[in-house]
Every structure is written in structure tokens, then in C-alpha cells.
T-cell receptor
Framework: GESVGLHLPTLSVQEGDNSIINCAYS??????FIWYKQESGKGPQFIID?????DKRQGQRVTVLLNKTVKHLSLQIAATQPGDSAVYFC??????????????FGQGTTLQVKP | DADVTQTPRNRITKTGKRIMLECSQT?????MYWYRQDPGLGLRLIYY???????NKGEISDGYSVSRQAQAKFSLSLESAIPNQTALYFC?????????????FGPGTRLLVL
């Protein structure tokens, strides 16, 4: 069945270092993926997305990499800042290509930034 | 995101009570969703609506009902609240007609059922 999972529940990094948050998905037909950031007391906030016909997409200080061969998605945050401390979720569309609007979310990885 | 608002932000109720959580959006999106978030379980879909006349069950709809009063309003009801419905509830919206079904979330309602 479909599942979206993050590899680590908590990631601790030093301020200024780069962060890499990983996500595995099980449905090889998935064609759209999103990363969300959720700060304490707030709703998930869209960070960046990627379609399956791409391997890499860059935003401001963030990069999403998609490896379809191993069904792996990662979010890279450059020069991590204290404001990046949050829970990060990956999500995939379900069912793929159906434009149903439904998303399946992973369980989330908590990013802790040490000063 | 102020474009999606939820009321109330916090609610304490007792077992057996009926309560309603409300969601409004000014994004002009036609699709709206209700999720529940529990620690360690991520977000789970309760109900979703693609337009005013279209309501669909999500993966955990038992014990919940919804009403789409208008394109901009989508409410979630707990007919008879029970303690295991204590959770954080989020409303989300998205725009149909695009391969990018990005969903935009409200600030959430924290519900405690005693």
C-alpha cells in the first residue's frame, strides 16, 4: 500500500550547517511531492514541491531532490538558521496523476537548530 | 496563513457533547479538506470537498461529519465527542485544475475532549 515515511524523527544540526531531511515513498507511480514546514502552534506551510519528471528543484536556501529509482525524496536546507527549527513533512499526491487533490503525509521529522 | 482561518483556535469539551469547528478561506479555492494531527502520526484526512455539492470521506471519517455551506466555508462536526478525538485539527484548501495540488493550511484548532 501507499506510505510516505521520513527516515528520522529528529534531526539536530548546528546553526550555519546544511540540513538534509529524508523521505521514502512506496508508490512508484507517485508523480507529485511536496515538502511542508510546521512551526510550533501553526499549520503546515508549503516550502517547495517537485514533479516526478524532475530530479531536482531549488528554492530560496532549499533544494528538493527526487530519486525515483529508490523512491527517495530529500529536502536540503542551506546554512540552517534558528528559524528553520520546525517539523518537516513530505507528502505525495494520491492517487498519482488523478488530480484528486488528496495528499498522503509522512509522519514528520523534527529539525532542531543548535546555536 | 491568514487566507485560511479556523475557529475556535482552542476548545475544551466533554464526552458526548456535539461540537463544530469552522473553516473559512479567502483564497478562492474550490477544494477544502479537514485533517487531524496526532503526535507521531502525521496528518490524516477526515473529509474533503471538491465543491459545494461534493463531499467525500477520508481515511478516518467515523465519528465526524462535515458541511460545505459555501465555496469559502467548510465546517467539521463531532456529533458526540469522545476522548480519543482529542487532537489538533487542520483545514486546508487547494485549487483544482492544476497538476499542482498544493494544499494551504489554516492555523489549526486544538481540541481537548474530557
Amino acid at each position: 500500500g501507499e506510505s510516505v515515511g521520513l527516515h528520522l524523527p529528529t534531526l539536530s544540526v548546528q546553526e550555519g550547517d546544511n540540513s538534509i531531511i529524508n523521505c521514502a515513498y512506496s508508490n512508484s507511480a507517485s508523480d507529485y511531492f511536496i515538502w511542508y514546514k510546521q512551526e510550533s502552534g501553526k499549520g503546515p506551510q508549503f516550502i517547495i514541491d517537485i514533479r516526478s519528471n524532475m530530479d531536482k528543484r531549488q528554492g530560496q536556501r532549499v533544494t528538493v531532490l527526487l530519486n525515483k529509482t529508490v523512491k527517495h525524496l530529500s529536502l536540503q536546507i542551506a546554512a540552517t538558521q534558528p528559524g528553520d527549527s520546525a517539523v518537516y513533512f513530505c507528502a505525495e499526491n494520491s492517487p498519482p496523476g488523478g488530480n484528486t487533490g488528496k495528499l498522503i503525509f509522512g509522519q514528520g521529522t523534527t529539525l532542531q537548530v543548535k546555536p | 496563513d491568514a487566507d485560511v482561518t479556523q475557529t475556535p483556535r482552542n476548545r475544551i469539551t466533554k464526552t458526548g457533547k456535539r461540537i463544530m469547528l469552522e473553516c473559512s478561506q479567502t483564497k478562492g479555492h474550490d477544494r477544502m479538506y479537514w485533517y487531524r494531527q496526532d503526535p507521531g502520526l502525521g496528518l490524516r484526512l477526515i473529509y474533503y470537498s471538491f465543491d459545494v455539492k461534493d463531499i467525500n470521506k477520508g481515511e478516518i471519517s467515523d465519528g465526524y461529519s462535515v458541511s460545505r455551506q459555501a465555496q469559502a466555508k467548510f465546517s467539521l462536526s463531532l456529533e458526540s465527542a469522545i476522548p480519543n478525538q482529542t487532537a489538533l485539527y487542520f483545514c486546508a484548501t487547494s485549487k483544482a485544475g492544476s497538476w499542482k495540488e498544493t494544499q494551504y493550511f489554516g492555523p489549526g484548532t486544538r481540541l481537548l475532549v474530557l
